[in-house]
């Protein structure tokens, strides 16, 4: 039986198989066979996984991939910024066990991560990984930014520098108010969900609207369901095996504050302190990640002052603050996953 061509290398699945089926010692046999059976066939092989935020696909992902020859390409929009550690529960070097990882710290946290963007890098990552006999693996919960891969997904075109230059000199002759004015007349929805002064998605929405000639929210609906229900062949250039870490709300309800508590105890409130330090402020689209906006509040409100039981106080709000908005993410994230009959949710 011919081995798999991957670009301009042969990928052995006697290799492969053996790597998997034979040294897999802490892979269920289930999951071990699954994705022996799946290699054996696929001649373009993409591994997802995916799973609500703390549910455990980090370990899952270094396990898998040191036992396929694979390569990790990260799928969190908020770990493709530099110095965005703790918060993001960004992989350390140590943990990564020598497997390769892509679009990790590749932006700084003044710039816009846009799903275009990614989507580009993403697959340039993808065809590279394959050219070299390996596996590429997409890990990560941003729905967006995996759907963009696995269902070939595109929201938005890409940036007009003229456009864009000349609605932020606009936003500035009165710190955006007049765009955000006229946000709300052009796309009431996107407005709704945007702060008035969070200028990189008033800009950015009515970009799009003058590139369109139709809002945001429009477009995305009019460009195909979140999850398209096409064919395998129309979503995907890829042969696609898709893990999701399944979690019981239980499960989740207990994992996502003790992660939370073990953020904060290694040290999150400093991270942040530093990124401020560094000249970095919340109107930075880095630092509008989940719970760094929150904690840079904090922070400001400490500067006031305040007694040892106040401080305490506050800190303790603001972990059950982050816990309560992360577990209403997951829910979110889960939703999006529920029906689509490609994933196949296991309990490594």
């Known amino acids: ?3 798999p061509v991957y670009g301009k290398a042969v990928f052995s699945v006697s290799r492969q198989r053996k790597g998997i089926w034979y040294g897999c010692l802490l892979m269920k046999p289930d999951i071990a066979r699954t994705a022996a059976v799946f290699l054996e066939g696929a001649r373009q092989p993409l591994i997802v996984i995916l799973g609500a935020t703390a549910s455990g696909k980090t370990a899952f992902s270094i396990e898998l991939a040191k036992h396929v020859c694979g390569e990790i390409i990260n799928a969190d929009s908020r770990q493709l910024y530099r110095f965005l550690n703790i918060g993001t529960a960004k992989i350390a070097s140590v943990e990564m066990e020598d497997v390769p990882h892509h679009l990790i710290d590749v932006l700084d946290p003044k710039e816009e991560a846009t799903i275009g963007t990614y989507k580009e890098s993403a697959l340039t990552a993808i065809g590279a990984i394959l050219s070299r006999g390996n596996i590429p693996i997409l890990v990560g919960g941003s729905m967006l930014y995996m759907s963009a891969i696995t269902d070939s997904l595109s929201l938005a075109p890409a940036k007009d520098d003229a456009i864009r230059h000349r609605l932020e000199v606009e936003y500035e002759k009165d710190a955006g108010a007049s765009l955000y004015k006229k946000l709300q007349t052009v796309d009431p929805d996107a407005a709704a969900g945007t702060h ?3 200028k990189p998605r008033i800009i950015r929405a009515l970009e799009i609207y ?3 000639r139709m809002p945001k929210s429009h477009a995305i609906s009019a460009r195909g369901e ?3 229900r096409g064919s395998m062949e129309d ?12 979690r019981s709300p239980e499960e989740l309800k207990t994992r996502i504050p003790q992660r939370v508590d073990a953020m904060f105890d290694a040290g999150w409130i400093d991270e942040v302190r530093n990124l401020l330090a560094r000249g970095y402020t919340a109107a930075d689209p880095g630092m509008k990640s989940h719970g760094y906006a929150e904690i840079i509040q904090y922070v400001q409100e400490l500067e006031r002052g305040g007694s040892e039981s106040d401080i305490h ?9 982050i816990t309560s908005r992360t577990r209403r993410y997951a829910k979110r994230q889960l939703t999006w996953w529920r029906g689509d009959e490609r994933i196949r949710w296991i309990r490594p």
């Open 235 to 246: 979503r995907c250039a890829y042969d696609l095996l898709i893990f999701g870490i399944d």
């Open 210 to 212: 003058e590139l369109l």
């Open 313 to 321: 106080a506050m800190q303790d709000a603001l972990k059950k603050m």
């Open 196 to 198: 008035p002064n969070n």
């Open 226 to 228: 979140l999850r398209p």
């Open 1 to 3: 039986m011919m081995a």
